[in-house]
């Protein structure tokens, strides 16, 4: 390294002031530039500073470097993947709670039950011989109730056939149904064909002694249900057991 | 390396097939340090650099699939690490901003490292390319560190050749000055 101010005074200045730009322009230089002393020593002094210009960063990529691109990219992948089912999801489980509070909201009694609903209600089949029997309850099958009720209130089991009341017991009559601290049990034989619903009536609640269930009930499932959502008492209703 | 014809067949084939993992791991191998350099001479950090190489070829990947092939692989690639690099400089310019009110940061710490007349010359030249207007400097750094073809330094630059051509052939006298006066030897 030493100071140029030796080599700066060129007397022929063509090569700065033409031979770039021919060069820059992929254009031949005419033999000037190849006599002319000045002009090749400036062409030379060019080449040096274009390689001093390629050379001034000599830095190599970091070891693994490449890896950690495509571990980048892996995670990257499964974050999107991750969120792209838990939009899915998300959808799936608004779609399910707009469809459940759709359906609570058009079927009043199902929604005055999953508000109130402290008793669980289960209803079972015993056939009353081991024939073939298809996919039909046939009469003298006997339905089997259980149910879980809150032991804190008064509680009935009624027992409709075609929406009528053809059965009821509640905890003051427990000959005609097994009363529990917290469930009841019957056994109920449907001797006649029909369409067979069990209902668990039970109060709104502990201090409603008033509403003693079923005792102003006319017997005919619609009007039960009617005047049970009118006060509040809570319900649960069977599916329809159908006897043919 | 410049311009590597057989890879960017290779790539190109690989990305219109999809596989866009294979072509990123040629696409690293053919031009991971000249991009690498090409950061380094733009954000003047080791570290820095580093990061941009490896976030070039991250938004590459993903970008992949919007490749139309309109231009060279490489010019394209080009084209987004000046911008993640002109990114990181307008971070800093901010946070530099920031920091002029809270501290004073040291140009220097530790122990100074012994310069060879290499070592020297390169940081003579980097100084001077960074007294050359920005778009110069890229238009310099595309010309002659990377090989670009004056039409590929312009899709890059998003200017016109002939403005990029005649910028360097102006600005190359002066950055010949420059390093002559500051003691290089050419």
């Known amino acids: 390294m030493s100071n140029s101010s030796n080599h700066s005074q060129v007397n022929c200045n063509r090569f700065e002031k033409e031979a770039i730009n021919l060069i820059e322009n992929g254009q031949p230089l005419d033999s000037h530039f190849e006599d002319c002393a000045d002009c090749v020593s400036a062409k030379q002094k060019y080449l040096r500073l274009i390689s001093l210009i390629q050379e001034q960063s000599q830095l190599n990529p970091s070891e693994h470097w490449q890896d950690s691109v495509l571990q980048n990219i892996a995670k990257s992948k499964s974050k999107k993947l991750f969120r792209r089912v838990s939009e899915k999801m998300a959808i799936a489980a608004s779609v399910l709670v707009a469809g459940i509070i759709t359906f609570n909201l058009y079927s009043p009694a199902l929604q005055h039950q999953s508000s109130n609903n402290t008793s669980v209600l289960s209803v079972s089949i015993i056939p009353s011989d081991q024939q073939y029997r298809g996919d039909f309850v046939k009469p003298g099958d006997v339905l089997s109730v259980s149910a879980i009720i809150d032991p804190k ?3 009935e089991l009624r027992i409709y056939r075609n929406g009528k009341l053809v059965y009821s017991c509640d905890s003051s009559r427990q000959k005609e ?12 034989p449907m001797n006649a064909v029909g369409e067979y619903q069990v209902m668990i009536v039970q109060p709104h609640s502990a201090n409603d002694t008033d509403a003693k269930p079923g005792t102003s009930l006319s017997g005919r499932l619609s009007a039960d249900t009617a005047d049970l959502l009118k006060s509040k008492a809570e319900m649960t209703l069977s599916k329809a057991t159908v006897v043919r | 390396m410049a311009y590597n014809e057989q890879a960017e067949q290779k790539a ?5 097939n999809a596989a866009h993992e294979t072509a990123l791991k040629i696409l690293m191998n053919a031009y991971g340090t000249d991009i690498l350099r090409f950061c380094d001479s733009l954000v003047k950090n080791e ?8 976030n070039v070829f991250i ?10 092939g309109e231009s060279q692989i490489r010019t394209w690639l080009y084209t987004i690490a000046r911008n993640r690099c ?7 310019k901010r946070m530099s901003n920031y920091l002029e009110f809270v501290d004073e940061v040291p140009e220097s710490s530790g122990a100074e490292t ?3 007349s290499d070592m020297l010359a390169a940081k003579i030249i980097r100084d001077c390319l960074d007294k050359l207007s920005n778009d110069v400097k890229q238009a310099m750094l595309l010309r002659f560190q990377s090989d670009h073809s004056y039409e590929d330094a312009a899709k890059i630059l998003q200017q016109k050749p002939g403005t990029i051509q005649a910028r360097v052939t102006r600005a190359l006298p002066t950055l010949k000055r420059c390093v002559e006066e500051n003691g290089v030897t050419l």
């Open chain 2, 47 to 54: 570290s820095d650099a580093q990061d941009m190489l490896q």
């Open chain 2, 12 to 16: 190109l084939l690989a990305i219109n």
């Open chain 1, 177 to 188: 149904c097994a009363f529990g601290r917290n469930k009841v049990e019957t056994s109920y």
């Open chain 2, 59 to 68: 938004q590459a990947h993903k970008n992949f699939s919007t490749f139309k």
């Open chain 2, 86 to 92: 002109l990114d990181l400089i307008k971070s800093r």
């Open chain 2, 114 to 116: 012994e310069e060879t």
């Open chain 1, 153 to 155: 209130t008064e509680s």
